[in-house]
């Protein structure tokens, strides 16, 4: 057990916010209400999903000033927090796709049938959701978002749109390994910018190490951990999501958690 501290961190982390807008729209609460595009916490300090407010801007949609104050204040926590930790410590996505993936690895023996898909080809989904907005003036990735889908069906009940987010599932279980979080999502590729220069990251002692590679094996995004067998140093690259799967799998205490 204590070997999953972290992703028992991570999950209650990840449950506890969903509850408190479930709680929100349920029972009144007011904590945090509303979903992960747009919420108010303690019903004064606005919160907005930062590529939500750029597609409402895209799209010629005014955006409101507290909409805009919220996706300043969550941009400002990311760009120093780490931007990808909204991946694997907020976004409910990640259960699904770290799920797909434990399927993967366990049930099928990663017996599957890969296609390749470039770990590129997020930043042009990331382009493509902001050129339809503007072209069809309306937040066109938001409305099929697998994350505010999600989200929505957790907070006000599960609807024909989950099919969205059980099609993820199947392409992440079979065809690409990590496919949505890891090569596909806009929000994904924006967080991976935003949190370029973060100060939150992740130490590699190359002395420590017995260059096992069980750290690659168990990351989401593998390349981030180039400097492993190489050179001690922090990591980074914007893609490592902080998922610290990598720190509580290395049997050598090689990898650690540090503010830089
Ligand atoms: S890559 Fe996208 S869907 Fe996956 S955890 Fe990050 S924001 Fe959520
Ligand atoms: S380098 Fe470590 S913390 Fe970063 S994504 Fe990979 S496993 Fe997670």
């Known amino acids: 057990m204590a070997k999953y501290r972290i992703l028992l961190l991570r ?13 929100a729209n349920a029972w009144g609460w007011e904590v945090l209400s509303g979903t992960l595009s747009s919420s108010k916490v303690f019903g004064v300090i606005p919160l907005a999903d930062p590529l939500a407010v750029a597609q409402m801007f895209f799209a010629g949609i005014v955006v409101a000033a507290d909409l805009a104050v919220g996706a300043m204040l969550v941009f400002f926590f990311y760009f120093f927090a780490g931007g990808r ?9 990640n259960m699904v796709s770290e799920a797909a993936l434990f399927v993967r690895r366990r049930v099928f023996k990663n017996r599957t049938w890969d296609i390749r898909i470039s770990k590129k080809s997020r930043f042009g989904m990331l382009a493509l959701a902001l050129l339809l907005s ?10 099929i978002s697998p994350i505010a889908v999600l989200t929505r069906s957790v907070v006000f009940g599960a609807g024909f749109a989950l099919a969205i987010v059980a099609a993820i599932f199947v392409l992440d ?12 999502c806009p929000l994904g590729a924006l967080y991976s910018l935003i949190g370029k220069y973060n100060y939150v990251r992740i130490f590699y002692d190359k002395q420590k190490c017995s260059e096992c590679m069980e750290c690659k094996s168990v990351c989401p995004e593998p390349h981030s951990l180039s400097p492993v067998a190489k050179e001690s140093g922090v990591l980074k690259s914007g893609d490592c999501t902080l998922c610290g799967k990598c720190v509580e799998n290395c049997g050598d205490k090689a990898l650690g958690y540090v503010i830089k």
């Open 11 to 23: 999950r209650g982390v990840q449950l506890g916010i969903l509850l408190l807008y479930f709680g």
């Open 85 to 93: 930790a909204f991946c694997s410590w907020v976004c409910p996505m």
């Open 134 to 143: 503007f072209v069809t003036a309306t937040t066109a990735f938001e409305l």
């Open 173 to 184: 279980t079979f065809f690409v390994k990590n496919g949505w979080c890891g090569h596909l």
